[in-house]
């Protein structure tokens, strides 16, 4: 299976400001995914990341809140916009290779205060 | 470590027990589905898949079991040991898309 990495591995940010998490692939995959984990939940899917063009959003997530970018096929970014206590949440990315498997990064811890 | 999954189902057996994990899931079009373990302060970990032309299979000390009639997936662990705890979720994937779907997740806690 693939190797993937996050940055930063955790944050803890102010109110109204924005965080660009990073997701690292040590292969080219051909699948990028966001997802959210809210304490004490399961994944929510946010999008899925396209190589050189926009993110597909899942319902009730919009790229003004969480602009997402791929411009290679090992990496992506995600970006939590303008942010409140309700964004603090685990976020993960995942990739797919050529199998239907999906694996996941280690996550990214995100605190708003 | 942070906690994942505070208020979820938990399942506790003790060490060398056989555990059995049940999911059910919401998409009778469904055709592949996976397991994932996830430790606290990590992300989740593949531990094995079963596509829909399938009932059962087999990995090292798991088996999922996949009964499309009552949309039902279990997780069998056997000879439980300490490093199986943690939050186990099945996922689910539509016939016509690339897309997981989450069950709730299950706390396994082994004690000695």
């Known amino acids: 299976s693939a190797v993937i990495s996050q940055k930063p591995s955790r944050d803890i940010c102010q109110r109204g400001t924005s965080l660009t998490i990073q997701c690292q692939v040590d292969?080219?995959?051909?699948?990028m995914f966001w997802y959210r984990q809210q304490p004490g939940q399961s994944l929510t899917l946010i999008a899925t990341?396209?190589?050189?063009?926009?993110?597909?959003?899942e319902s009730g997530f919009v790229i003004d809140k969480f602009p997402i970018s791929r411009p290679n096929l090992t990496f992506s970014t995600l970006t939590v916009s303008n942010m409140s206590p309700e964004d603090s949440s685990i976020y993960l990315c995942?990739?797919?290779?050529?199998?239907?498997?999906?694996?996941f990064g280690p996550g990214t811890r995100l605190t708003v205060l | 470590g942070e906690s994942v999954g505070l208020h979820l189902p938990t399942l506790s057996v003790q060490e060398g027990d056989n555990s059995i994990i049940n999911c059910a899931y919401s998409?009778?079009?469904?055709?592949?589905f996976i397991w994932y373990k996830q430790e606290s302060g990590k992300g989740p970990q593949f531990i094995i898949d079963?596509?829909?032309?399938?009932d059962k299979r087999q990995g090292q000390r798991v088996t999922v079991l996949l009964n499309k009639t009552v949309k039902h997936l279990s997780l069998q662990i056997a000879a439980t040991q300490p490093g199986d705890s943690a939050v186990y979720f099945c996922?689910?994937?539509?016939?016509?898309?690339?897309?997981?779907?989450f069950g709730t997740g299950t706390r396994l806690q082994v004690f000695p």
């Open positions: 998409n009778s079009a469904s055709d592949y």
């Open positions: 990341a396209n190589q050189g063009s926009e993110a597909t959003y």
């Open positions: 996922a689910e994937r539509g016939e016509v898309t690339d897309k997981l779907i």
């Open positions: 995942s990739v797919a290779g050529v199998t239907d498997t999906q694996y």
């Open positions: 079963i596509r829909s032309n399938m």
């Open positions: 292969s080219q995959v051909t699948m």
